[in-house]
């Protein structure tokens, strides 16, 4: 199985029935901006966690701890908030990581 961590508002394979309670503590670090970039979307902005050394901590310990008991081989990144948080979950767990832009990019190349 490969394990796909996306963004603040993504789903791990098996394991989400912790999430909304991981959103909530996050909450403190996760700025909303209403309609940006444009009406209607709220933008989650996630630079507090990243600035906060607590806030980082938590989230990464967070995820990883959803994931125990969870088979993967990689773990892809799927855009810029996966390249963020995937990195030190692979990191930790001894796992590949992948950006998919940077795969999709070299089928796109290859003629695939």
């Known amino acids: 199985m490969i394990l796909l961590v996306s963004d603040m508002n993504g789903r791990v394979p098996e394991k989400t029935e ?5 959103m909530k503590k996050m909450e403190d670090y996760v700025r909303s901006i209403p309609d940006f970039p444009e009406p209607g ?14 806030g980082l901590k938590l989230s990464i310990d967070k995820i990883q701890e959803m ?16 390249f963020i948080f995937g990195m030190p979950i692979a990191y930790n767990l001894h ?12 089928l796109e190349r290859s003629g695939l």
Do not use: H, M, Q
């Open 18 to 22: 912790g999430w909304n309670i991981y």
């Open 41 to 54: 979307i709220i933008f989650r902005d996630i630079t507090g966690i990243l600035r906060d050394a607590d």
């Open 67 to 82: 994931l125990e008991g969870v088979e993967f081989d990689a773990v892809l990144g799927l855009e810029s908030r996966g």
């Open 95 to 106: 796992k590949g990581f992948a950006d998919i832009p940077c795969i999709l990019r070299e």
